[in-house]
């Protein structure tokens, strides 16, 4: 009989914080090894005791990625020889499709993901979980009178030029001024919205290995894509003023390259950073020759006084790289995003994003230039704000009254979103499927990668009309008496 493999040997490496189990997470590092051949039939695997020290996993986690194998007919476990690799077990013809799409799955933890979004998609739950304006929101009518007669006689038909649609780079130039930001045409790099921006970044000025401090929660489309690209996070602490600075400064260690950070209105916790503290980021960020990433989709709904300046408006060294987007301000189906960049690096970040999709939709761009010129674009901004005003009273009107005394949250400066912690013991996920359970979908915590155990959900108050967004927070309420029972009958117990 062979000797068992040493733990080490197998190379496995494990991601404690994500949302993909622990056995799944030995078990999809094993099969892809099987698979490739790299550990042939008749391998014996280690002992569940070792493999689990050397670890850091309790045994029944690693019996549970073995039984789960041994299912699969990729290893056999026999009492008194261990767990060996199976013989013949062929692949059969065509792309390794279970392999594949299981790692996938796990890198870009699709289930969970999945399970939010079935909740997003179904009409009969009151929607607190969107992270994008109702239809009732979306500018159709301005949109449709600013189209009326408009002539495409002038609009380029080829690909665009690789900075963008120039009217709309000079369009925005001329807006940024407003928020203290001087830049040029040739220093804004448009995207096809924020979240294509954060992956040209990301693959144009990180390298695998990296490390970038990034708020605690934070905005969970970033997050998944430094852990697709093999960036390692190093977490701030976000309080009711925005990022923890001196947190962050302790942070900055040695690999820690950028800081992606929303100071406006941050989601998840709709928390701003007063300008003080903006200018406290930027100067240290200047002095650590870290790379600033702001991320500013809400600065435009900021419903209380004027925005706080953008962290770009304090940066004279050219550490900061602002992102805007249309998204959130009047509709997805835009797709326009854009990057302010020192004018070098716009150049290289407008030069690399043609080697990902030969550049943004012209079309999309020559609408958001017609409309941001016709002064539509602010006349709508001026309109939206009334809702949302009126949609975030409901919201914190309705906390007070139904989650007064059981859970904790900071009324936001404008944006979407309301950070809510609850008095109750039980994981975000068990609130999140309590409550739809009871007619509400709302964002669980754990997505944002904050204390999954912990009962932290976001509320959003972008979708739904004010009487619903009352009877949502009902309906959260009575999760959170259900699940209180729960707990007490089990303590009984
Ligand atoms: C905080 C934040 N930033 C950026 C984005 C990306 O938006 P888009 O790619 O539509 O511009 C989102 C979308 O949900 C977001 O919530």
């Known amino acids: 009989m062979p000797p068992a493999l040493a733990p080490d040997a197998l190379r496995l490496s494990l991601r404690r914080h994500g949302r993909v189990p622990l056995y799944h997470q030995i078990a999809t590092g094993l099969r892809e090894r099987i698979e490739s051949g790299d550990l042939p039939a008749g391998t014996r695997l280690p002992a569940e005791r070792e493999l689990a020290r050397a670890v850091g996993v309790n045994r029944s986690t690693v019996v549970a990625a073995y039984d789960e194998l041994e299912a699969e007919g990729l290893v056999d476990c026999r009492p008194g020889r261990g767990t060996v690799v199976s013989a013949g077990r062929a692949p059969g013809p065509g792309p390794d499709w279970a392999r594949r799409l299981g790692s996938a ?26 992270g994008e304006p109702g239809p009732d929101l979306w500018p159709r009518d301005a949109l449709d009178r600013l189209l009326r007669g408009a002539s495409l006689a002038r609009v380029p038909m080829g690909y665009p030029e690789p900075h963008g649609y120039p009217e709309l ?3 925005l130039a001329r807006r940024l001024r407003g928020r203290g930001i001087t830049a ?5 790099v448009l995207v096809n919205g924020s979240q294509q921006g954060f992956h040209l970044i990301t693959q144009t000025l990180l390298s695998p290995g990296d490390a970038v401090a990034v708020e605690r929660p934070s905005y969970l489309g970033t997050l998944r894509l430094f852990d697709g690209s093999g960036i390692r996070t190093v977490p701030v602490p976000v309080g009711p003023e925005g990022i923890d600075l001196d947190h962050l400064a302790a942070s900055l260690q040695p690999g820690v390259r950028a800081l992606f950070t929303i100071p406006t209105c941050h989601s998840p916790t709709g928390t701003t950073l007063p300008e003080p503290g903006r200018q406290r980021l930027v100067s240290l960020a200047a002095r650590r020759r870290l790379l600033v990433v702001e991320d500013d989709p809400f600065t435009d709904l900021v419903l209380d006084g004027p925005a706080p300046r953008s962290l770009k408006a304090f940066d004279t060294a050219g550490s900061v790289l602002t992102l805007g987007t249309l998204s959130k301000t009047a509709a997805p189906a835009l797709r326009v995003g854009w990057i302010v960049a020192p004018a070098p690096v716009a150049d290289v970040l407008a030069r690399t994003r043609l080697q990902f999709d030969l550049g943004g939709g012209i079309l999309s761009e020559w609408v958001a ?19 949302l005003a009126r949609r975030r009273a409901a919201m914190l009107e309705a906390l007070g009254r139904w989650l007064g005394g059981m859970a904790t949250w900071v009324g936001p400066a404008g944006g979407y979103h309301v950070w809510c912690r609850l008095e109750v013991r039980a994981s975000s996920l068990a609130v999140f499927r309590a409550a739809v359970r009871q007619g509400v979908a709302v964002v669980p ?8 155990g912990a009962p932290h959900v976001r509320l959003s108050f972008c979708r739904a009309a004010p009487g619903e967004i009352a009877e ?12 209180a029972s729960r707990s007490a009958v089990a303590a009984r117990r």
Do not use: T
Request: overall charge neutral.
């Open 105 to 130: 799955a796990d890198r870009w933890e699709l289930p969970l993901l999945a399970e939010i979004q079935d909740a997003l998609a179904a009409p009969h739950l009151i929607p607190l979980a969107h």
């Open 169 to 171: 780079r000079e369009a």
């Open 184 to 188: 040029g045409p040739e220093s804004i």
């Open 369 to 387: 230039a017609r409309w941001l010129a016709s002064g539509g674009y602010d006349e709508h901004l001026a309109w939206l704000r009334q809702p």
């Open 445 to 452: 915590g754990a997505v944002y990668r904050f204390e999954p």
């Open 472 to 483: 949502g927070v009902r309906r959260l309420r009575r999760a959170v008496d259900r699940l």
